[in-house]
């Protein structure tokens, strides 16, 4: 289990939880808004991975079970989490400190994810919905034809989620240069009648893995996008709206 980074503190990453998270490396995803590229990027990664290294899984599980009980939830994200092939014997430990997983992911990994949740390992998954099929190769900067297999991949991953997972949501990262408000309407058509979804206003973090820019909706677009999406998840929700 590669883990590059931590946040020994967050209210934000894990809804209702006081939680930390974890960092992994590596994506099979290459969006260009990515605002992780430090971990994403091969060269980028490398410059991080050998100016900071990567942490000692051993030291995670070491301060979560000295922070039991102030801290209550782990979320673990990336880069893409699935990737690690450590993820279940590190997660399998991290539940018998007593802690509650949240899983970030781009749903291409259904076969890992659905282990980890028919084993009862995690407790909430986010998964990103990046876009319809028509744009999914575009929007994730990969050839076309691993575009056709992984965007079967998240779909397979919605049904798995649907059928196992305790708790969850689904959401998009919404650029104005990639995503109308026909596609949000295309999307929350793939994942009609899930509990929550939610369309994520873009920030620049200033580790964007593009050379372009890029920029946000205007909250009318937005707002029409979320009116959109309602049509077939009736609990979509808008985040980080000015």
């Not at 580790?207 to 920029?215: A, H, M, P, T, W």
Request: net charge negative; hydrophobic share 40%.
């Amino acid at each position: 289990m590669k883990i590059a980074g931590i946040q020994k503190l967050t209210l934000l990453d894990f809804p209702g939880r006081l939680a930390a998270t974890i960092f992994t490396p590596g994506c099979n995803l290459r969006c260009p808004f990515c605002h992780n590229a430090s971990l994403v990027d091969p060269e980028e990664l490398k410059t991080t991975l050998e100016e900071t290294g990567l942490l000692d899984p051993e030291e995670i599980l070491a301060f979560l079970k000295e922070r039991f009980g102030r801290l209550t939830g782990l979320a673990v994200t990336g880069g893409e989490p699935l990737m690690q092939p450590g993820i279940m014997e590190f997660l399998s430990k991290v539940k018998e400190l007593g802690y509650a997983v949240k899983l970030d992911t781009n749903g291409t990994n259904p076969e890992r994810l659905g282990a980890l949740l028919k084993a009862g390992i995690v407790d909430y998954v986010a998964m990103d919905f990046k876009n319809w099929r028509g744009k999914y190769a575009q929007i994730t900067d990969i050839p076309e034809a691993t575009a056709a297999i992984l965007y079967e991949n998240t779909l397979h991953s919605v049904r798995v989620i649907r059928e196992f997972a305790p708790d969850y949501e689904f959401r998009t990262t919404v650029v104005k240069q990639f995503h109308t408000v026909e596609d949000i309407a295309k999307i929350a058509q793939e994942i009609a009648g899930v509990p929550k979804y939610f369309l994520q206003s873009f920030k620049d973090s200033g580790d964007i893995l593009g050379r372009q820019e890029f920029s946000a909706c205007s909250k009318e677009t937005m707002l029409e996008m979320q009116k959109a999406a309602q049509q077939y998840v009736p609990n979509t929700q808008l985040r980080g709206i000015d």
